[in-house]
């Protein structure tokens, strides 16, 4: 694995291409996406089924074989290994009780004039996942972007999945049975997106998008935002690692690789203060990937993708990961409390040698759903405000609108806007 120190002459350079990692270019793609939108606005179903047989390879025959019955998932529930329904079933308890800590409230605050104001907190009524399906399913993405919106209290929940050559994936829809999915379709890839958004004769218009895709996946929940709202443009998986002399190569060396065997434009980042530590972990990434069932994409991975910079101190190592703000960020020094507050920018933050980062990709219960590329700078994980909006509440009396209302009449006159200052002078009048 690549060792650059921040002392080496061309590490600006080295980390520059670091910092563009993720820039995946959208503007290639954008033209076969808007084409693939076009044609769901404009024939519903019938664009569903052509694509459907162009690139998952199988033919609908009828619009009711795009549907996934709750029959379906129910029976695929039932047929689970006790042990892995048991494991389903910590993970979800686990995750909502994460989220409902997150439960924003209304609220009303009365002022002595008799002005009321307050904020009320509803969800959607209808929200779309995307879930990537086939043989390579992920149920895990499917409970962490149902449950905030079950904690929201969102009343229809949308699944769109893709199913290569008509292949259902059973843990899927095992998954789909526990979070109480109301309707799912096995439609995939940026028709799915465009299905949601805009509604077809069997799949429903949604309020909001969310879920994990490929670039095609993001791009067309770039071009239907405004339609409806999304959670976030996501990338390729990420870890960053912060470490010092205490952490355990083994340790840093798998985490790293834990996110690499992912995909080959997956990111694997550590910074470190101690060379011995670098030089350490990098053998062991050698070691460990001649034994991962997926060595070949977690290899390129990290020959193209990863790296391993040595930093001059452990405020010069935060200053350079705040620059990258991490999807996952390890911090596997010996007291990361003391380093939590100068963390600016991270998706999620795991602290501590026994903290790995497929921990919260299952089980700890935080949502695995996360900014990639540098968005940690200013979007957040997926959350239950994700599913729910607000309004604001205004209630004046007689008393209040005497008070404040030639301040507000004096502000329109001042844009030029008669009818609204005539709308609260009237008022005065009487």
Known sequence: ??????????????????????????????????????????????????????????????????????????KAYEKLDENLKKALHTAYNRIKAYHEKQLPKSWLDFEKNGTILGQKVTPVDRAGLYIPGGKAAYPSSLLMNAIPALVAGVEEIVVCTPTPNNEVNELLLAACHICKVSKAFKVGGASAIAAMAYGTQTIPKVDVITGPGNIFVATAKKLVFGEVNIDMIAGPSEIGVLSDSSANPKYLAIDLLSQAEHDEMASSIMITIDEEIANKTSQEVENYLKTLSREKIARKSIEDRGAIIVASNMQEAIDLMNEIAPEHLEVMTANPFEILPKVKHAGAIFLGENTPEPIGDYIAGPNHTLPTGSTAKFYSPLNVENFMKKSSIINFSKAAINELGEACAILADTEGLTAHARSVRVRLES
């Open 1 to 74: 694995m690549k060792i650059i120190k921040t002392t080496d002459s061309n590490f600006k350079i080295e980390f520059e291409n670091i910092l563009s990692r993720a820039k995946t270019d959208i503007k290639e793609v954008s033209a076969i996406v808007t084409g693939i939108i076009d044609e769901i606005i404009e024939n519903g179903n019938e664009a569903l089924k052509s694509h459907i047989a162009k690139f998952d390879k199988w033919e609908v025959k009828s619009d009711s074989e795009l549907m996934i019955s709750q029959d379906e998932m129910k």
